[in-house]
């Protein structure tokens, strides 16, 4: 007897789509295989897909509050002019309420996970827990050429480290110095050391415009990348967000230290940053995941918007249109986020974590059935993501949501937004 038991679904195995069950006991998967099992709680369905669940490998998830604030901007200017103005007005229980919408959208399109580099982390993490979220959360840290700001944005860094890491078995805590640009080689030196000593990893911004390369070959005479691998900065606990600007002996970098990148395809077309070479860091084996970026240079938490945009730019990208398929770009989604941040999951296989999603096979948008696979990514938009398990708890059936008030969840933040409806 398991605690939850799926039977008779569609379940995404190894790479294809298999009828196949699944038990859950505790936290972890203890079967996969053909014969039904039995369960305190069974789905009992041929009509559904059982999927590992999505993880969003970089998000920024407060910034929902924000959602629609600053729009038709380049990156440079809307932060300058917009979002770390805004931000300034951001209180600790405007971010615990904020993330806990987040998490409410992201629980609607099967993401068990999410990775989080953002301001009053402590906020982020209770918010996560008390819903039921799994999530890797570093505080964004900035010395801005200011040794004494690099000294206390480091003590805040590993103070949240301390505190959280391995929480409610559900957080995984980690360094997330901001970017190149906003934090000196000196500082990042530091923030490598600190890691080292801890054991913990390192989520960092590199590479996300054609700006932030020039402004970093002016000042340092290297490429990011280049300026990262020459302070011994890069290793395989370091997971690095958007690398769009990169050029063949960068990538070689990355893939000879194990680097693992997160490809934020809607942000990155939003704010003009570019189209990362995700076809060719594949082929090199360097570890792709995908991430929505924050709410407010995307605006959704949507996993299916994000496979599909990523897939369609590769394609264009390089003229090919099998530059990246379906089965590719759904490992991206799920199993190569987790194995990014170094946590057993994102498969469906004994003894990983029991982070799943079940999703309507008979959904209009899933008609007809000829691959389920390519109905996913290119057909899906989320709202046939039917119920949520993370870490073994479902959180969300027939798409209610079970571990908090979403009506209350919504008013709070609506009501936050006031104080941001004229940021000048």
């Known amino acids: 007897m398991f605690d939850i038991a799926i039977n008779d679904a569609l379940c995404f195995i190894n790479g294809e789509f298999l009828r196949a069950s699944v038990g859950i006991k505790g936290e972890k998967i203890a079967y996969v295989g053909k014969e039904n099992v039995k369960g305190d709680v069974e789905f009992n369905s041929p009509d559904l897909l059982c999927v590992p669940a999505f993880f969003n490998a970089h998000t920024h998830a407060a910034m929902i509050t924000l959602r629609g604030l600053a729009e038709d901007m ?7 002019k917009k979002i770390w103005k805004a931000e300034r007005k951001l209180s600790e229980d405007d971010v615990y309420w904020g993330t806990k919408l987040a998490i409410v959208e992201m629980f609607k399109r099967g993401i068990a996970c999410f990775s989080d580099l ?32 690099g000294r206390k944005e480091l003590e805040i860094g590993e ?15 980690v360094f997330g110095p901001h970017a190149p640009y906003t934090c000196t080689p000196e500082f990042l030196r530091k923030v490598r050391g600190k890691a080292n000593e801890l054991g913990v990893g390192i989520h960092i911004h590199v590479a996300e415009t054609e700006w932030e390369r020039e ?23 370091v997971v690095i967000a958007h690398a769009i600007w990169l050029d063949d002996e960068e990538i070689e970098i990355l893939r000879r230290r194990n680097v693992s990148v997160v490809h934020c395809p809607t942000s990155n077309l939003k704010l003009v940053a570019g189209i990362a070479r995700v076809k060719e860091m594949s082929e090199a084996g360097i570890n792709v995941a995908l991430g929505t970026d924050g709410a407010a240079s995307n605006n ?40 990014a941040y170094g946590i057993k999951g994102g498969r469906l296989e004994e003894g990983h974590l029991a982070d799943i999603a079940l999703i309507n096979y008979k959904a209009v948008s ?16 989320g709202d046939e993501v039917e119920h949520l398990i993370v870490n073994g708890t479902i959180v969300m059936e027939d798409r209610e949501v079970l571990t908090d008030d979403e009506e209350k969840i919504k008013r709070k933040v609506e009501k936050i937004s006031e104080k941001f409806r004229e940021v000048e």
């Open 74 to 80: 380049q990156l440079k200017d809307w932060l300058e």
């Open 215 to 237: 402004e970093i070959k002016k000042k340092y005479g290297r490429t990011p990348v280049r300026l990262l691998e020459d302070i011994g900065f890069l290793g395989e606990d």
């Open 118 to 149: 953002y301001i009053h982390m402590d906020k982020v993490a209770e918010a996560a827990i008390e819903l039921g979220m799994r999530a890797v959360l570093c505080y964004g840290m900035a010395d801005r050429g200011n040794e004494e700001r």
């Open 300 to 339: 959704s938490y949507n996993m299916f918007f994000e496979m599909k945009l990523a897939s369609l730019l590769q394609k264009i990208k390089y003229g090919r249109a099998d530059a990246m398929r379906a089965v590719e770009i759904l490992k991206m989604a799920t199993e190569n986020g987790y194995r």
């Open 159 to 173: 103070k949240f480290i301390k505190e959280w890491n391995n929480a409610e078995n559900l957080i995984k805590a």
């Open 366 to 381: 899933m008609i007809p059935h000829y691959s389920p696979e390519n109905a996913l990514v290119y057909s899906a938009s």
